[in-house]
């Protein structure tokens, strides 16, 4: 056995954020980096800057919008994007590859807008379907990951003030039971199995002043792994320090290694 360390980080814009990226791959040697909100076509991703730093590259974008990347040590095998084998016809949201044999699905969930928009309407359906992809290409009983952003914050402890918050954009009631019913498939939020506190975040808005020193943030992005992944969990956490360097996502890294 040995530990594989799994890491999600929303970017907000890869080349914006490639320093930032590289220098953090280089210090903290994960085996795979999930990436969301890249926001390059493929023919603008940065994959020799990855390859150089001893990392291969599977990926699928849109200009200035969406996109998702898995950079790992090894070449990813299994690797295909969207709901459906081949499907590329979709927003750049979802892709999965294969990794010492455990399958990984990395997902930039739809943000929502607003409670009253038809993008929140969009954002539940999207979790519907996902938990169709779930039931028709995996089996709960077997490893499997589930990373990303997934703009949700489940539960009070993941948001700075929640009866402020409550009926908001990502911290709303439907939103939050259309998510349960994804976690109900089989899985486990393997952060919380470590983690029982509250006031550990991975995403600040820009617009706050000073919101990681004040505390102003969310706990929107995961790793989920099924029971039998989770039961070789070792250690989960949230890397705050990259938020804090210049020219930040608004999102850091989050972290998750396995006994495997």
Same mark, same amino acid.
């Given at each position: /056995?040995?530990? /594989?360390?799994?890491?999600? =980080?929303?970017?907000? $814009?890869?080349?914006?954020?490639?320093?930032?990226?590289?220098?953090?791959?280089?210090?903290?040697?994960?085996?795979?980096?999930?990436?969301?909100?890249?926001?390059? #076509?493929? %023919?603008?991703?940065?994959?020799?800057?990855? #390859?150089?730093?001893?990392?291969?590259?599977?990926?699928? @974008?849109?200009?200035?919008?969406? $996109?998702?990347?898995?950079?790992?040590?090894?070449?990813?095998?299994? &690797?295909?994007?969207?709901?459906?084998?081949?499907?590329? @016809?979709?927003?750049?949201?979802? /892709?999965? $590859?294969? !990794?010492?044999?455990?399958?990984?699905?990395?997902?930039?969930?739809?943000?929502? +807008?607003?409670?009253?928009?038809?993008?929140?309407?969009?954002?539940?359906?999207? =979790?519907?379907?996902?938990?169709?992809?779930?039931?028709?290409?995996?089996?709960?009983?077997?490893?499997?990951?589930? &990373?990303?952003?997934?703009? *949700?914050? *489940?539960?009070?402890?993941? +948001?700075?003030?929640?009866?402020? !918050?409550?009926?908001?954009?990502?911290?709303?009631?439907?939103? #939050?039971?259309?998510?349960?019913?994804?976690?109900?498939?089989?899985? +486990?939020?393997?952060?919380?199995?470590?983690?029982?506190? $509250?006031?550990?975040?991975?995403?600040?808005?820009?617009?706050?002043? @000073?919101?990681? %020193?004040?505390?102003?943030?969310?706990?929107?992005?995961?790793?989920?792994?099924?029971?039998?992944?989770?039961? %070789?969990?070792?250690?989960?956490? +949230?890397?705050?320090?990259?938020?804090?360097?210049?020219?930040?996502?608004?999102?850091?890294?989050? &972290?998750?290694? =396995?006994?495997?």
């Amino acid at each position: /056995m040995e530990i /594989m360390k799994v890491a999600s =980080f929303n970017a907000n $814009g890869i080349r914006a954020r490639l320093g930032i990226i590289l220098d953090w791959l280089r210090q903290e040697s994960p085996e795979i980096l999930c990436l969301q909100e890249t926001k390059v #076509q493929d %023919k603008d991703f940065p994959w020799e800057e990855f #390859q150089a730093a001893g990392y291969q590259c599977a990926f699928w @974008g849109e200009k200035s919008y969406n $996109g998702v990347a898995m950079v790992s040590k090894v070449p990813l095998t299994e &690797v295909s994007y969207g709901f459906a084998e081949g499907c590329r @016809g979709e927003d750049a949201r979802l /892709m999965r $590859g294969t !990794l010492r044999n455990i399958p990984i699905v990395n997902a930039y969930v739809p943000q929502g +807008v607003s409670p009253d928009s038809e993008k929140f309407q969009f954002k539940l359906d999207w =979790f519907r379907r996902i938990r169709d992809y779930f039931s028709e290409y995996f089996d709960p009983r077997k490893p499997l990951l589930w &990373v990303g952003d997934f703009n *949700v914050a *489940v539960e009070d402890r993941d +948001v700075y003030d929640p009866q402020a !918050l409550y009926g908001s954009i990502g911290f709303h009631p439907d939103e #939050q039971r259309a998510l349960a019913e994804v976690k109900k498939w089989g899985f +486990v939020d393997v952060f919380r199995k470590h983690n029982a506190h $509250g006031g550990i975040y991975t995403f600040w808005d820009y617009r706050v002043p @000073g919101a990681v %020193k004040r505390g102003i943030g969310w706990r929107i992005d995961h790793i989920w792994a099924t029971e039998c992944l989770a039961e %070789k969990s070792v250690r989960a956490l +949230v890397d705050v320090s990259p938020r804090l360097f210049s020219k930040p996502s608004d999102h850091t890294f989050v &972290v998750a290694e =396995f006994d495997v």
